[in-house]
């Protein structure tokens, strides 16, 4: 079976969303049968499922496009540069589902863009890692030297809360999933913090003396958890907001085919295993309950609300 997916650089994303309204999967199917509905045949050859993701090159989704559909539900993979990029086009129905982000940073884009996206189903919390090329551990870097952070709202927050549990910063009041660098308290801290896109602070790691790097880019730079000299820890009641998800349109959390798309992501084990292996051994994989994750939702979107 070939693998194949689409990729929308964010032009080219533009240029697709402002069609989009023109043919949301809520809209009746133009079948000319009026009990047919888009839900009726979402998933069909005439009607795949749209799902969004950052990183479709990752092998394991080769993987999971093939389990998807030997169980009769096609699937094309659209690809996303750029982690702004895959919620508004969920919203505006040029995608199904989306699978990128976590509670905090759905949270962030609901309140920031007045939506109501919806998870339906947990992947896996990924410790956030410190990382460096220059020195062995956090007490080795120097006073006054530089390290990065990625520059979107909610992995600079995690990221500047990792520095400061590894004593290279303080946080005004002890620091929250709102942080950013107008909260370093610079008397106080160890290192100047600089914040770049979250993809190229791993690029960036020959010119400073750390960077906080995302999951999704240590593969590629042949990196592993066991490399980071700092990180945070997924098994701390807290961490909740940042399990990862999948995401879809508040009229769609019943949807019973999207629904199914996360059981299979949950269930298959060669899906979980490539996971693992393109996270460089740091996917700790969750199967919270529905319940659960829409209600850390409404809690972080009260805090995010009440932070504004």
């Known amino acids: 079976m070939a693998f194949r997916f689409r990729t929308l650089a964010p032009i080219a994303a533009v240029g697709i969303l402002a069609l989009a309204g023109c043919a949301s999967d809520s809209e009746p199917a133009s079948s000319g049968d009026p009990d047919t509905s888009a839900e009726d045949t979402l998933g069909t050859a005439d009607d795949p499922v749209q799902l969004g993701v ?4 990752d092998p394991y989704w080769a993987v999971y496009e093939e389990a998807v559909e030997a169980e009769g539900i096609e699937l094309d993979i659209v690809d996303f540069t750029e982690y702004t990029q895959p919620n508004p086009a969920l919203s505006q129905g040029e995608l199904d589902i989306n699978q990128f982000q976590h509670i905090q940073y759905l949270a962030d884009y609901n309140v920031s863009a007045g939506d109501d996206l919806q998870p339906i189903g947990a992947t896996a919390i990924y410790p956030l890692g410190l990382y460096s090329e220059k020195y062995d551990s956090v007490e080795d870097i120097p006073d006054g030297e530089t390290v990065v952070v ?3 709202t909610v992995n600079q927050a ?3 809360l990792v520095l400061q549990s590894a004593g290279l910063i303080a946080l005004e009041d002890g620091g929250s999933s709102f942080s950013s660098l107008d909260d370093i308290v610079e008397d106080d801290s160890r290192v100047e913090v600089e914040a770049l896109d979250a993809a190229i602070t791993v690029t ?3 010119d400073v003396a750390a960077a906080i790097v995302n999951n999704d880019f240590l593969d590629n730079a042949d990196l592993t958890s066991d490399d980071a000299i700092a990180a945070d820890d997924p098994s701390d009641p807290s961490a909740l907001p940042y399990v990862n998800i999948f995401a879809v349109r508040a009229d769609d959390v019943d949807n019973e085919v999207l629904n199914r798309l996360v059981e299979i992501y949950q269930s298959n084990q060669d899906v979980l295993d490539g996971v693992q292996e393109a996270s460089g051994g740091t996917a700790v994989f969750a199967t919270t309950p529905v319940d659960e994750l ?4 409404v ?6 609300e009440a932070n504004q």
């Open 204 to 206: 960036s790691l020959p």
């Open 158 to 160: 995690r990221g500047l």
């Open 294 to 297: 829409q209600a850390s939702l």
């Open 54 to 57: 950052v990183g479709a090159s």
């Open 299 to 304: 809690e972080v979107e009260e805090a995010v």
């Open 150 to 152: 990625p520059n979107d």
